[in-house]
């Protein structure tokens, strides 16, 4: 009984280190040069994200995304009354979910890849919907359908493919690595 306390206390542990990791990766974000939507900027907090749904389990991931999002609007504020933390959650989970998915139901590098992949599609098709139907209501950002069009095809789309690429790849070079060393016992668990 004393063993699994200890294995959940580490487990617990690790998983609000990797969630405080994130709230140190949000502070690096940088606009993609010559992008035409200044306030998409890209940060790599969803790494560390996507490295604990790899290691132990989906809901790990879901739970470092929440705690990330909740630390910035505690330490860092907001500008826009949370609005962006929101979609910051919500496009997290929407990206690391099916890749921690795919890897709990067979640990190899081709589910870990297809699982990238249906991360990429989903970060796309959830972002789309989340801005146009909550995101850009909440913030009370009026447009025409034209506009809305436009940001879509040449603003969401591609700054969300970008993101995704860069934290899968960034992800699958540092996760057999970073499994064997730091994550062995709670990859079978």
């Known amino acids: 009984m004393k063993n699994y306390q200890n294995q ?9 280190l990797l969630g405080a990791m994130s709230v140190i990766l949000m502070y690096f974000d940088f606009p993609i040069p010559f992008f035409p939507f200044p306030w998409l900027k890209i940060d790599l907090s969803d790494v ?3 490295i604990g749904g790899l290691a132990f389990g989906p809901m790990a ?18 500008s ?39 991360g990429l599609v989903s970060v796309e098709i959830v972002g789309i919907l989340a ?10 950002m009026q447009m ?11 603003g969401l789309l591609p700054f969300n493919g970008i ?8 992800t699958y070079v540092l996760h057999a690595r970073l499994e064997k060393a730091v994550f062995r016992k709670e990859a079978n668990a």
């Not at 995304?65 to 907001?78: D, Q």
């Not at 025409?144 to 040449?154: A, D, K, L, Q, R």
């Not at 993101?163 to 960034?170: C, E, F, R």
Request: net charge positive; aromatic share 6%.
């Open 8 to 16: 959940n206390l580490n487990k617990f542990m690790k998983i609000s």
């Open 61 to 78: 991931a879901v739970v470092i995304e929440l705690i990330k999002n909740l630390l910035i609007l505690v330490v860092k504020g907001t």
């Open 131 to 140: 801005n146009v139907y909550i995101l850009i209501p909440l913030y009370g």
């Open 163 to 170: 993101k995704a690429i860069m934290v899968g790849a960034i």
């Open 48 to 50: 560390t994200a996507l």
């Open 80 to 118: 826009s009354a949370g609005v962006g933390e929101l979609a910051n959650f919500i496009i997290g989970v929407s990206l690391v979910l099916p890749p921690a998915i795919m890897y709990k139901i067979n640990r190899s590098k081709k589910s870990l890849l297809i699982g990238m992949l249906l």
């Open 144 to 154: 025409s359908p034209e506009e809305m069009m436009n940001y879509v095809t040449v």
